[in-house]
């Protein structure tokens, strides 16, 4: 099981490092590993498990935040449909790329988190509004394309860019971290 613990911090180098394809099929060790990472975002929204296992809450996490330098990442995302009922978006992806994205810009109102980053980083984080992303989903057990938007567009680039070693508040504009983003789409 995967605690909050075992989550490196920014002051690790590992996290700065470079991450390397996976081998397909998954070996057994690799799909552990991204089945005990899908677990943990399960349970860091659960409050109870949350609590008794002291877990921060989560909607992904990458390999590389665990000292794994494999591109796998999985993410979780339960949204709220326009008629309010609930929906789950689920992946546990090995070897994303995203293969386009849309010109237009997009961000979190309330800036962005990172189970890597305790201190916190205030500003916006300029991403694509709309991206593609082709790669082995696990949890399918297959290769797909899927097209996300909005706030899962936001998730899956965060998760990737753990993969070059970039962390969230590289990309905040340093001399105005809340510098208005032009055309951008605001994320509450």
């Not at 075992?6 to 690799?30: C, G, H, T």
């Not at 935040?65 to 949204?79: H, P, S």
Request: with cysteine.
């Amino acid at each position: 099981m995967i605690t909050y613990k075992d989550i490196l911090k920014d002051d690790n180098p590992i996290v700065r490092q470079k991450s390397a394809d996976v081998k397909l099929p998954l070996s057994k060790k690799d799909r552990e590993t991204l089945q005990e990472m899908v677990q943990y975002i399960h349970d860091s929204i659960d409050e109870e498990k949350a609590e008794k296992y002291g877990l921060r809450p989560a909607v992904g996490l990458a390999a590389p935040q665990l000292g794994i330098l494999k591109k796998m990442f999985a993410m979780v995302v339960t949204m709220e449909e326009e008629d309010g009922s609930l929906s789950t978006v689920e992946y546990a992806f090995v070897n994303p790329k995203i293969v386009s994205y849309s010109v237009q810009m997009a961000y979190l109102k309330d800036g962005e988190g990172c189970l890597s980053v305790e201190e916190e980083h205030q500003g916006y984080v300029p991403r694509a509004a709309r991206i593609t992303i082709r790669g082995y989903d696990m949890l399918q057990d297959k290769e797909i394309e899927v097209r996300l938007r909005g706030y899962l567009a936001i998730v899956a680039q965060h998760e990737i860019d753990h993969f070059s070693g970039t962390l969230f508040y590289d990309k905040i504009n340093k001399e105005n971290p809340f510098k208005e983003i032009e055309n951008a789409i605001v994320i509450e």
